[in-house]
Structures are given as C-alpha cells and as structure tokens.
C-alpha cells in the first residue's frame, strides 16, 4: 500500500531563515489544501501547528501573496477556517481562493468568524443555499438597500434640500428616499431616479408591521398557545409570524419518534463520536461495549446485537454492522464507521456482503504487490549488479531480500485465491487427474525430509484409478497442502495413515493427522493465528489455519467437501465417470 510521506518531508525541514520559512509556508498550504475531507491524524495536527508557527514569522502582506498565487489550490474546509481566523487581508484571500463544495460551505459558515462571514459576502458565485445560510445568520446582501418609511410627498426640493418640512396636507402613497450624499456610490444614481409609489397601507391588525416591543411578545405569547396541546388548528402563517433562527420553523415541541435505522462514526475505544439526523444528540458518548474483542483486533462488526438506554427514540436492541477505518496518511486504527438497525431492519444480502469484502481484499493486494514488486525489482538489479560492479556483502542481502518479496508475493496470491474462492469468483481449473498417483508423488517428494526423521506416510488405496475432474496442477498444489502440513507438525517416529477408496460416484481420501494437529479442536485448527516459520518445511506462510482452509476452499469450489472426522481429516471428490473400478466403502473408511 503506498503511503503519501510528503506532509512528512516538509515538516523535517527546519524553519531557519524567512525565504525557508516561506518555501516551507507555500508547501503546507498546498498539500493540506489537496488533502481528503476526512484526512486526519498526528502528522495533519503537526503540520496545522508548524502553519501556526509560520504565520507568526512570516509578515500578513506575503502570506497573502503566497495565497493568492495561481498555483494554490484550497479544497480543504479545515484549511479555510483556519486562515480565516488570521489577519483581514489573509482571511480575505482565503475566502476568494477557496474551491469548496457546496455541503463544504455549509458545513464551514457557522464555524467562520464575524469579520470572515461578511468577507464571503464580497465573493460571488456562492450557492444559493450558501447565500440562504448567510441571510439567515443576520448577513444581509452586500448593499443596505433603501429605507422605505412612509412621509409626506417628496418634491425635488427636498431632495435637494434635506432640511426643508415636507407639506402637510395629506399622506401620499410614495416615500422620500435619502439625499445622494448619504447613500453608498453604487445607489446614489438609483436614488436621483424616478421614485415609484409604494403599495397602499393595510389597516389588518395581523399583517401590520411591528411598532414596539409590547407588538412583538404579543405575538410570540400566541405562536406559544398554538403550539400548546389541545389548541385549535393555528392558521396559516403570515411572513411576519416568529420564525426560529436557521430555519427553526419546523421545530416541533412532540417528542421524536422511534428511530428504527441510523449511521455512526466510533473513534478508536468504540466510543460513538458522529450519528446522523435526530439521534445524534441521544447516543454520542455511549460505547459499543459488546464488540470490544474485535475491537482489539480491528475486525468488522457484523449483525452485533446491542441494546441502547436512554432516550425512548433509541432506547431497545438493536443489531449494529460496522467496519474499521484507517487513517490514509499513516495506516493508524481511527475507529469504526457503521448502521445501527432495528431487529426488523432490511439488511444487505449475505453474497452481496461477502463479494463487496472479497473485492475489497483483491484491491488491498493489489495495492501491496506494487511496492513489494518494486523492492524485488531493485534487488535484483543490485545482485545481478546491472548498473555495475557490487560489493558482495550488498550483493548477498539484495538475494534475501528478493527471497523475501517472492515468498511475500507468494502470500499474496495464497490470500487472492482464498477470497475468490470463498466468494464464488474463481473456481478450479477442469481436467482429468489420477489423485491417487499424485499423493504418491507427494510422498516421495517429501521423503527427504520425513526420512531422516522416521516419520512419514502409509498409504493404503485400492488398486485402481481415482480420477477426478481437476487439473494436474490444482490437483498438485492441493497435495501439496495437505501433506506438506502433515508432515511438519508430525513428530519424529510418527506415521500417518493414507486410505483412497470410491463410494458412491465420489472419491474418498482418508488423511490422518498429527497428534498436535489432532488435540485441537475445529476453531483451532482451521483458523490457528499464524506463527514464525521454524521448520524447514513449510506449506504456507500463513500457519496451518489458513492452509487448511485454502485447501477446503479448493476441494468446495471442486464441487467436493472436507471434514473433520475425530483425529482425520475426510475429502470427498467428484469421480470422472468411466475411470472404472467398484465402490470399496470400508476400504476408504478403515
């Protein structure tokens, strides 16, 4: 998996010097104006504290020069909001810069400062529901328009002359705007052209404007016995109704109904930290008490019944599904993103799931075989000394290290075909095979290693062909498998018994097992954590668990199985039609 490590190297360069701490000022901002949404962890809060740093050194006029080269790219919220809260002039080139999208600046407005939220009133092509948030937050347009109050009728020498009484012989419907001296330069034209009358005055007492404070607790004392249970139905609301700030017109005093589904976002002691929608403010802070094994392991969370107490929206059992999250910039666990759902909740099917899964492992490998790939590359260039000649001390731990990227690649693939197995999307390659002569090479390929231990296999088949319908190499490797780990865990002097036989259309191998193998039960043998390689033989890099695992994997994709029958292992292989012989059940089963 590649790691971008350039946050990093910035912060190793030391800020001795303005034209460093310049250069160094430039970096910062562009890399964390480039960074993911969610990017987080040690290395980001470092550089947000060396950026604090700077600023204080370097002077506001630069800093705002840097901001508004062309070559700044500022996609990050965070990044906004914290120069917004630095001199007027950096605040302002930070607003005018920013690329955000519109949930962004949603999301950023309310946590900007005053004098930052009237810059952005200055930027144009904000949103609409950007420019909404800004009405509703007191931030009126850029202009103050004109103040309509009715008067006596304006003749053009009071607008020249704002001392002079207007006659009072009876109220007309027009308005005196403002002399042109008091209005900003962009209306002063508007305010010396033609004034057009205003709408007659309505005499309703309900949409009348406000004329004092006593008007308006009026009407809040009434908008308060509507909404008090029992009342009659209110009528529709006038535009001068009380409204609720930031939209807080569909507030409602009735409690919340029951939730029956909602996201959630842990940190890393599985502790909820975000919820969405109303059961945010009900469930943060609880912890997901029930799932702290695989916490520690930083496994996935699957249908983990939990109950909830508190509030009766989220109170009872629910079932919570949920996978780990990791962070981009250094691979450090942050916690667990996931679904709470209800007993009766609709949850994804069981193949869809473990597809989704198997794909996201074949692109996790994918990304790791980039990197080993490379390191192998190089090695091997130093010990075939392609770019000249080459000390041999260099020479001989470049071949260890292209032994161990081929022996990691070599996991790799093992890891690759367990999850395509398991996931449906590979199957075994057909063919005819003898399996039966096969083991028996298999043997005699590890009689160099069972020999001078006196350990080994003692096979018993009947005496006939076992063809099945796999290909020779699947056939191989599957052998390889079993027997391999066999033969490693068997301790000197012990012998394993081999029994073949046909039953029912089926091929029948009986495989004894070890007596360490043995002892253990299912859990402990098919899902054994893997160990350091201390034998010179060895079927996988993984363990034993996962061999044995990839080898059911294989006979099931076959269209066969594999059981645990007491201390042996039994596998059941489809028989090619026509290979002949009859069925011999105790001879398999002896």
């Not at 020069?65 to 070559?71: A, N, S, V, Y």
């Not at 309509?148 to 009728?153: G, L, S």
């Not at 981009?328 to 994804?348: E, I, K, N």
């Not at 260099?394 to 290290?401: G, K, P, S, T, V």
């Amino acid at each position: 998996m590649r790691f971008d490590d350039r946050l990093a190297t910035v912060l190793r360069l030391r800020t001795e010097g303005g034209a460093v701490a310049r250069v160094q000022f430039r970096q910062l901002v562009d890399l964390l104006g480039t960074l993911p949404g969610d990017a987080n962890g040690p290395t980001v809060d470092a550089a947000f504290a060396r950026l604090a740093v700077l600023s204080g050194l370097i002077p506001a006029e630069i800093r705002t020069r840097i901001i508004d080269e062309p070559g700044v790219r500022l996609r990050s919220a965070r990044l906004v909001s914290f120069l917004a809260q630095s001199d007027a002039a950096v605040a302002c080139a930070a607003v005018n810069r920013a690329d955000l999208s519109e949930d962004q600046w949603i999301d950023l407005v309310p946590a900007l400062p005053l004098a930052a939220r009237g810059l952005m009133r200055q930027r144009a092509g904000l949103p609409a529901r950007v420019e909404a948030l800004l009405d509703r937050l007191g931030l009126g347009p850029r202009a103050l328009p004109p103040v309509a109050t009715p008067q006596a009728v304006a003749t053009p020498q009071a607008v020249a002359t704002p001392q002079a009484e207007a006659p009072q012989t009876q109220p007309a419907p027009s308005f005196t705007p403002p002399p042109a001296a008091q209005l900003p330069a962009e209306q002063a034209p508007a305010a010396q052209a033609q004034v057009r009358p205003a709408p007659p005055p309505t005499t309703s007492a309900e949409t009348a404007p406000p004329r004092g404070i006593g008007d308006i607790v009026r009407r809040i004392e009434a908008f308060r016995r509507a909404r008090e249970p029992g009342a009659a139905p209110a009528r529709a609301a006038s535009p001068d109704a009380p409204h609720l700030p930031l939209g807080g017109e569909d507030f409602s005093l009735r409690p919340p109904a029951r939730l029956g589904t909602f996201d959630f976002t842990s940190d890393a002691e599985g502790r909820i930290v975000w919820a969405d929608g109303a059961a945010a403010p009900m469930v943060v802070g609880q912890r997901l008490a029930p799932a702290e094994q695989a916490i520690r392991r930083r496994q996935p969370i699957r249908a983990l019944v939990m109950d909830l107490s508190g509030a009766p929206a989220v109170s009872g059992e629910w079932h919570v599904d949920a996978v780990p999250t990791f962070d981009a910039l250094t691979g450090r666990f942050t916690g667990y993103q996931g679904r709470f759902r209800r007993g009766g909740s609709v949850v994804p099917a069981a193949g869809a799931m473990a597809d989704s899964e198997a794909d996201r492992m074949r692109q996790l490998l994918h990304e790791l075989r980039t990197p080993v790939s490379a390191v192998q590359g190089f090695a091997e260039v130093i010990q075939q000394q392609l770019f000249g000649p080459t000390p041999h001390e260099y020479r001989a731990l470049a071949a260890n290290i292209v032994a161990d990227s081929a022996r990691i690649l070599a996991g790799f693939d093992e890891l690759e075909r367990l999850a395509k197995l398991e996931s449906g999307a590979l199957e075994t390659e057909p063919g005819e095979t003898d399996i039966g002569a096969v083991i028996r090479a298999t043997v005699a390929q590890l009689e160099p290693h069972t020999g001078p231990r006196e350990s080994g296999f003692d096979i018993e088949a009947q005496d006939r062909l076992f063809t099945v319908g796999i290909a020779p190499g699947e056939v191989e490797r599957l052998a390889w498998r079993l027997l391999a780990t066999a033969a490693t865990c068997a301790a000197p002097g012990e012998r394993l018994a081999i029994r073949l036989g046909v039953d029912g259309g089926m091929v029948k191998l009986f495989l004894q097992l070890p007596a360490t193998l043995a002892a253990r039960n299912d859990d402990d043998l098919f899902y054994a954590s893997a160990t350091a390689a201390t034998q010179a033989l060895s079927a996988g890099m993984f363990g034993t668990g996962f061999t044995l695992r990839l080898a059911r994997a294989e006979i099931r994709a076959a269209g066969g199985s594999m059981t645990r029958e007491g201390g042996a292992l039994m596998i059941d292989l489809p028989l090619v039609s026509g290979s002949g012989g009859t069925a011999d059940r105790d001879t398999a089963r002896r």
